[in-house]
């Protein structure tokens, strides 16, 4: 029997492992008399014993490393109906537990769970939660870092490589021609006004010059 399947039901006394769930409830086994049954989850609920901490005056704990410190002593078991004596027996063995937020009836559950465990000799393990919180919180860091190192080297690279020349644009056969036009008019220019001086010099010479007037005697 794992220690991962068991769970306590509220509303009923014992632990209970769990067979199998359902959309409106669970079938679960009593590790007192064994037998089985089907509990509605609408009456009740559900709580596996590796989900539960107990406050300590430091950070909460798992409750599996009280139940492994309470087998570890040798102190016996206190009588779960005397308050007294159970109070006393976590003062002495589970001395960080924070007594003003445990009630003296939560003591007396785990005093009692942990006789139910070992009479079936289940072995208990603390779950190994807080290890993978760590491992997950740890990838971004290296992605992170991932990433830096790429930007790094990109730019290392960027100037090194030579700006391209932007593309000539392409002028359209209208715009082309539009040119060449423009290009002829230019040329034609200096040539008009060359014929127009050689006009006015050939009017000049072709002119015949007047004769002097005889004069008068």
Do not use: C, Q
Not at 90 to 118: C, G, H, N, Q
Not at 122 to 141: L, T
Not at 158 to 165: L, T
């Amino acid at each position: 029997m794992e220690y991962s399947k068991i769970i306590s039901v509220t509303g009923l006394p014992g632990l209970y492992e769990l067979l199998s769930s359902k959309g409106d409830g669970a079938i679960v086994r009593s590790l007192d008399d064994k037998s089985s049954r089907f509990v509605s989850s609408r009456s009740h609920n559900f709580s596996h014993l590796e989900s539960i901490e107990i406050f300590t005056v430091r950070e909460n704990v798992n409750l599996a490393e009280v139940f492994l410190v309470m087998k570890e002593n040798n102190a016996d078991l206190p009588d779960a109906k005397d308050n007294a004596a159970v109070k006393k027996y976590f003062e002495a063995v589970y001395p960080d537990m924070d007594f003003e937020r445990v009630y003296t009836s939560d003591m007396k559950k785990i005093v009692k769970w942990l006789e139910i465990l070992t009479a079936n000799n289940i072995d208990i393990k603390v779950p190994e939660v807080v290890e993978e919180e760590e491992e997950v919180a740890a990838e971004p860091e290296v992605k992170e870092e991932k990433k830096t190192a790429k930007k790094k080297e990109e730019a290392a690279v960027e100037p090194e490589e030579k700006p391209k020349k932007a593309a000539k644009k392409k002028e359209s056969p209208a715009e082309e021609e539009a040119a060449k036009e423009t290009a002829k008019k230019k040329e034609a220019a200096p040539k008009k006004k060359a014929a127009a001086k050689n006009e006015e010099k050939t009017d000049t010479e072709e002119k015949p010059k007047k004769k002097a007037a005889p004069k008068k005697k």
